[in-house]
């Protein structure tokens, strides 16, 4: 299994909502990342958890809330967003991280926020 | 501040030619470079990555980095309309790190 998968596709949450976005990824990979993407931007970093630890947090609002409950599964759990923050949200995998290893992305999570 | 610029587009190619897509980045302590491919309302492919100075083949692609002058480039031999899509290059400093990319470059092959 070579794949990195994301649920739900789609999601549609008024600015009071709590919703979480789920990541799978069953590669063995230690690594990680959360990416958002506004339309017709390149990606940007937001989180990276190597060993199902926090590595990296870059000044996301903590509207945004990661969590990695297992080496396979990363979630991002979403709270009182504004429409600003409707994107696509990429999740991705690496072996390892360190500057070597390829990062292989999910189909995303495209959100809009009311 | 690590910058990765690449002209935005579109280039257009005829199907058949090669395609050169260019890429140049600001952080010399940068040590890994990749190039994604992204089909509109789709998420990145990986499509190459390379460490080393010279050039680095596979398939139809070549990558090729020049790490004195900070440049990147990929190479699309026998262009075909499946090929036109954005290609994102993106890069990690030294030492870990995510990726940073750059804003992509439209291409367009034209049957």
């Known amino acids: 299994d070579t794949e990195v998968t994301q649920t739900p596709k789609h999601l549609v949450m008024g600015m009071t909502n709590k919703k979480s976005l789920k990541c799978e990824q069953h590669?063995?990979?230690?690594?990680m990342y959360w990416y958002k993407q506004k339309a017709k931007k390149p990606p940007e970093l937001m989180f990276v958890?190597?060993?199902?630890?926090?590595?990296i947090n870059e000044s996301v609002p903590s509207r945004f809330s990661p969590e990695c409950p297992n080496s396979s599964l990363l979630n991002l759990h979403l709270h009182a967003l504004q429409p600003e923050d409707s994107a696509l949200y990429l999740c991705?995998?690496?072996?390892?991280?360190?500057?070597?290893?390829?990062?292989?992305f999910g189909p995303g999570t495209r959100l809009t926020v009311l | 501040q690590k910058e990765v610029e690449q002209n935005s587009g579109p280039l257009s190619v005829p199907e058949g030619a090669i395609a050169s897509l260019n890429c140049t980045y600001s952080?010399?302590?940068?040590?890994?470079f990749f190039w994604y491919r992204q089909y509109s309302g789709k998420s990145p492919e990986l499509i190459m990555s390379?460490?080393?100075?010279g050039d680095k083949e596979d398939g139809r692609f070549t990558a090729q980095l020049n790490k004195a002058s900070q440049y990147v480039s990929l190479l699309i031999r026998d262009s075909q309309p499946s090929d036109s899509a954005t290609y994102l290059c993106?890069?990690?400093?030294?030492?870990?790190?995510?990726?940073?990319f750059g804003k992509g470059t439209h291409l367009i092959i034209q049957p």
């Open positions: 991705a995998s690496s072996q390892d991280w360190d500057s070597y290893n390829e990062q292989f």
């Open positions: 590669m063995g990979h230690r690594a």
């Open positions: 958890y190597s060993y199902e630890k926090l590595s």
């Open positions: 952080d010399r302590g940068s040590q890994s």
């Open positions: 390379i460490y080393s100075n």
């Open positions: 993106a890069v990690i400093g030294g030492g870990a790190d995510g990726l940073t």
